[in-house]
């Protein structure tokens, strides 16, 4: 008789080599996703009680923005010196936006603090993926990937309602200082595994082209929404902030975006438009509740619990589904559920139907976004090279972070200048949301790739 020597175990992620850092890894993901459901539950109550509804929409573009400059700039780092240190860097940004936010007297200064934790949560996203890279092995990477994406679904299942108890409880001051302990917690669960990788020394050139542009575009961004609403010489600012806008999307983004140029520029503007479309429905989707239909944060916050589900849910259908949905027609399906979506809650606000029904419009543009949002990432990749694979990459988080924040600055201006027209404002915030879901039908239908795309020549 042959004896032969036992299979090697494969690795688990909860193996004690892994289990601290996982745990941790998880931890921080979920922590952010949380903040961010917990937020968008009790920012109408924040914005009325420091007296700041004409800065709501800004609330909510800020951090997005701001995050563009966060990813630029720890990406180049971590290449250059690994991911440790900017990684701390980003959790004390983190932590200090919400300190800002939670003591906040006044909106301006939420809004800072909010910029501050778009800067650091941007950076943290970044770092965490080098992270995983540098101290995982190949086999769970997938795995690993994979709940991340659990731990940014989870907190939609209590996130709200939890965030709307600790409202009514504590005070909605203690939603953004509750969640800076949270994050101690988790980076303590991390730091052995910081400790483990060893620093790079790395002599490519920093990026300071690309981090100045992403700076500009931030800056512009809010500029936008701070001076359209005025008349005059501050008007004439926000056409030129909307110009800077443009011109910082055309450094950062692959050549022909902007107009949706067939093959990987198209799959970029239909990442941008799918943010720019979703997450500006998701701003004022409490809101709206709230405020047309008299509902407590509590029961208006079910929309986004429902929304994280029927994300969820899409996801896995799309991802079962294969190569039997190519990924241009699952980017068109997803692309037209977000805006029959939009359509539906736009209708559903006009002739005042029931709030579930509103829901329920909010839900189908979340299946949307499950459904089309993930091959986005899969048709980027397939566009790229070896030569341009990082700068396609950061492309798409780009226009994903900006088109949102551009979205909801717009928005914002529309908002302001309904209400002082006397029309329904929120109205107009989704007919604008219901524009760009259609555009994103049109630029999805061109994603149909033959080959890599050259990056922009600035």
């Keep these: 008789m042959t004896s032969t020597a036992p299979a090697s175990r494969a690795p688990r992620l909860l193996a ?32 009325r009680d420091l007296d700041g509804l004409g800065l709501y929409a800004l609330s909510f573009a800020a951090p997005l923005a701001s ?17 440790v240190a900017p990684l701390v860097v980003s959790l004390v940004l983190f932590s200090v936006g919400l300190v800002v936010c939670g003591l906040a007297p006044t909106m301006e200064v939420l809004v800072a603090g909010r910029v501050l ?75 052995p595994a910081l400790r483990g990788i060893t620093p790079l020394d790395g002599d490519g050139p920093t990026p300071w082209g690309r981090l100045a542009w992403s700076v500009v575009g931030a800056v512009a961004v809010l500029a936008l929404e701070l001076l359209g609403s005025h008349h005059g010489a501050a008007a004439v600012a926000a056409v030129a ?27 970029v503007a239909t990442r941008g438009l799918f943010s720019a479309s979703f997450f500006c429905v998701e701003a004022y989707i409490v809101y709206v509740l709230q405020d047309h239909w008299g509902l407590t944060p509590g029961t208006a ?16 259908v799309q991802a079962r589904l294969g190569d039997r949905v190519s990924n241009t027609a699952a980017m068109v399906w997803g692309s037209a559920l977000v805006a029959a979506g939009t359509l539906a809650l736009a209708a559903v606000v006009r002739v005042d139907l029931p709030w579930a029904l509103a829901m329920a419009s909010y839900v189908v543009a979340g299946a949307g976004m499950g459904f089309g949002y993930p091959r986005t990432s899969v048709a980027m990749l397939a566009a790229s090279t070896d030569a341009d694979r990082g700068f396609n990459s950061s492309a798409l988080s780009v226009a994903d972070s900006l088109g949102g924040a551009i979205a909801l600055s717009v928005s914002g201006v529309a908002f302001a200048a309904a209400s002082r027209a006397g029309v329904d404002a929120f109205l ?13 039908v049109v630029t999805a239908t061109r994603t149909g790739v033959s080959g890599a795309a050259a990056p922009s020549s600035a």
């Design 16 to 47: 004690p080599a892994y289990a601290a850092t996982t745990i941790g890894m998880f931890a921080l993901v979920a922590f952010s996703a949380f903040e961010a459901t917990a937020v968008t539950t009790v920012m109408p109550t924040v914005a």
């Design 67 to 83: 995050g563009v400059v966060g990813m630029v700039a720890a990406g180049a780092r971590s290449d250059r010196r690994g991911p």
């Design 117 to 191: 934790q778009g800067l650091g949560a941007g950076a943290m996203t970044v770092c965490l993926y080098v992270v995983v890279g540098l101290g995982f092995p190949a086999a769970l990477q997938p795995a690993l990937f994979a709940s991340f994406a659990a731990a940014w679904v989870l907190p939609t299942l209590f996130g709200p309602a939890l965030a709307a108890y600790v409202a009514h409880l504590l005070g909605w001051r203690w939603v953004f200082l509750g969640v800076v302990v949270l994050v101690a917690v988790a980076t303590v669960l991390i730091v």
């Design 241 to 267: 902030a909307f110009v800077l806008v443009v011109l910082a999307l055309q450094r950062l983004l692959p050549a022909g975006s902007l107009v949706g140029r067939r093959g990987l520029p198209a799959v």
């Design 301 to 316: 916050g079910l929309a986004l619990t429902g929304v994280g589900l029927s994300w969820a849910g899409a996801s896995q």
């Design 428 to 440: 107009a915030v989704f007919v604008i949301a219901l524009a760009l879901g259609a555009l994103a």
